[in-house]
């Protein structure tokens, strides 16, 4: 997930979440488009990132801090198992 600053498109967060992390709780179903839509009938959904422990969410910048990569290699590593 990336967020920027559209003034100077400067990244203030980029983030990962492993696959093992999206869950039926964290995934909100939408209701279906209209008969009239294009793609009538299609359901899309929603991520509920606060759903999400903050352990599962892996900082590469947050808040406009670059994060060493080293240290989120080694702290993205304790997720899997």
Known sequence: MLN???DDYFVTN???IPKHFFTYEVIQKRKPLSCNARRANWIGSNI???HIPNSGKIYYVKNKKE???DIVLKNGGKLYF
């Open 4 to 6: 920027y600053n559209t």
């Open 14 to 16: 980029f983030l990962v």
């Open 48 to 50: 509920l990132i606060n």
């Open 67 to 69: 994060f060493d990569k």
